[in-house]
């Protein structure tokens, strides 16, 4: 019989870069949580910038903060009233939806729990006190924002889980047609799983953009998309010669060919995925008449966008926040990917792995950077425990 863990033992930030490993009491189990054993947690860009900057964005961190909210573990204790529901077992293996939601408010009602006013989210600073991420042992969580992984799916997947429910999300939002062309910028996590997304759902031609030739190789070289565009970045010193640079851009991605050789052109949906204000500006040149741009990356707070093409083109921006009612098409996803009946193989992202709560620091560190200290390309990092 496994016995309840009195405390848990993570890394919290208490300041930029400064890690310290803390052993926290945990208290008696809530009637509707279940305690789960971490296994899985994989790294994500606004970890990084909590580890970088003590902030992301506009939310400053208050007190300190534990990471980590693309996880999944094993369940090791379940609540009084989540038992009756019969969802869970000692022993389930789970996938963490880290957001957890009112469901009272109009927001919830209408089924858009993900900008729910009083949303609480793991690794999050928005909320006081901080809901702290699963880069620690056990956590605590609602057995309604959990997730029962099968047998066939690690917890590397299930972490992996909590990204490709963005972009599930994501290309949902996109309102697209089967076959409908694509062109994503930025080939890091979050771009190619939107790019897998968009074949697996829809078939889509896909062409994906970065700075990075790595990453766009990996991208090709994996089946994420059917064009890579290598940008070399440029900048101008004025409104006028940045929008000529980002509409030049466009124009360098719409001359690639497809592989039947037709000629790209504008395309029907751009998952703008790295947030920097050039790529918001190519993405919107870069959109054919009617077409939608999805602002999946966080960037830039204020930009400057060329109205007048959105306007005259009748191009609209649909923005992108987490994920709603996501984790089952994510679940069917991976386990199609894990049965080998669907392609890309998602599962290729993580690229470093990194053992206990020891070598968390380290794993902040790599995942970082573009490559590693071999120069290895570095897209997902996984902390196990
Ligand atoms: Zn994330
Ligand atoms: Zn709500």
């Not at 009233?81 to 077992?89: P, V």
Request: glycine share 10%.
């Amino acid at each position: 019989m496994t016995v309840s863990p009195r405390t848990s033992k993570g890394q919290y930030l208490h300041g930029p870069q400064q890690l310290r490993l803390e052993e926290r009491p945990m208290p008696s189990i809530g009637p509707s949580d279940v305690r789960i054993r971490v296994r899985s947690t994989t790294l994500c860009g606004s970890d990084m910038h909590y580890f970088k900057f003590g902030r992301n964005g506009s939310i400053e961190v208050k007190e300190p903060l534990c990471g980590g909210h693309e996880a999944a573990g094993e369940v090791v204790e379940v609540g009084a009233t989540a038992l009756e529901t019969g969802k869970f077992k000692v022993g389930d293996s789970v996938a963490i939806e880290s957001g957890v939601a009112c469901l009272e408010c109009d927001r919830c009602k209408a089924g858009r729990y993900n900008i729910c006013a009083q949303m609480r989210f793991r690794s999050s600073g928005a909320s006081f006190p901080h809901f702290q991420g699963t880069l620690q042992e056990f956590v605590d969580h609602p057995a309604e924002w959990c997730h029962k992984l099968s047998r066939t799916l690690s917890f590397d997947d299930g972490a992996l889980l909590e990204p490709l429910s963005v972009c599930v999300h994501s290309v949902n939002r996109a309102g697209m047609k089967q076959g409908a062309r694509c062109l994503v910028l930025g080939a890091g996590a979050v771009g190619l799983l939107c790019a897998a997304v968009a074949k697996i759902e829809h078939r889509s031609p896909v062409v994906i953009a970065d700075v990075d030739k790595g990453r766009v190789a990996f991208a090709l070289e994996h089946g994420f998309a059917d064009v890579g565009f290598v940008v070399d970045p440029k900048k101008g010193d004025t409104v006028e010669s940045r929008l000529s640079v980002a509409k030049d851009l466009a124009l360098q991605i719409g001359n690639q060919k497809w592989p039947g050789g037709e000629e790209v052109r504008q395309v029907d949906h751009v998952f703008e995925c790295t947030g920097v204000e050039s790529c918001v500006q190519t993405s919107i040149y870069a959109t054919t008449n009617g077409g939608n741009v999805v602002l999946v990356g966080m960037g830039t707070a204020i930009q400057t966008w060329p109205i007048a093409e959105l306007t005259g083109r009748e191009i609209n921006v649909v923005s992108v926040w987490r994920y709603v009612n996501c984790y089952p098409r994510a679940i069917e996803i991976m386990e199609g990917v894990r049965a080998n009946s669907l392609k890309p193989d998602v599962t290729k992202l993580i690229t470093h792995q990194f053992v206990g709560l020891d070598s968390i620091p380290s794993a902040y560190d790599t995942a970082g950077k573009t490559r590693d200290g071999e120069s290895k390309l570095v897209i997902k990092t996984v902390v196990n425990f």
